[in-house]
């Protein structure tokens, strides 16, 4: 069983930066894609940032040019660099990914728990 925990939010004023982590362990065979998604209050959870093994990359249009998503050497791990926040980017951050599981034979989605970012105007 994979488990994924996230790390990294917190309090920061607008046009800040903060970096989230994210690792994954347990018996792991291969994770792909990873992603980061985050749910503000009141709102549905949306797709932020995705990358695959591969580093190819994709962004909301709302992060495109302020936010980076990137894997680690050992591909277990996924970082999200977050630059000139704004207020509507505080969230709860989660981070997501694909993995394989032998027992059922594919690819199940496997989440972490969550880390909150405010961004104060």
């Known amino acids: 069983q994979v488990q994924l925990v996230e790390s990294g939010g917190g309090l920061v004023q607008a046009g800040g930066s903060l970096r989230l982590s994210c690792a994954a362990s347990?018996?792991?065979?291969?994770?792909?894609?990873m992603d980061w998604y985050r749910q503000a209050p009141g709102k549905q959870r949306e797709l932020v940032a995705t990358?695959?093994?591969?580093?190819?990359?994709n962004y909301a249009d709302s992060v495109k040019g302020r936010f980076t998503i990137s894997r680690g050497n050992a591909q277990n791990t996924v970082y999200l660099q977050m630059n000139s926040l704004k207020p509507e980017d505080t969230a709860v951050y989660y981070c997501?990914?694909?993995?394989?599981?032998?027992?059922?034979?594919?690819?199940?989605?496997?989440w972490g728990q969550g880390t909150l970012v405010t961004v104060s105007s």
């Open positions: 997501n990914a694909d993995s394989w599981s032998w027992s059922q034979g594919k690819y199940v989605e496997v």
């Open positions: 347990g018996r792991i065979f291969s994770i792909n894609p």
């Open positions: 990358i695959t093994s591969g580093g190819r990359s």
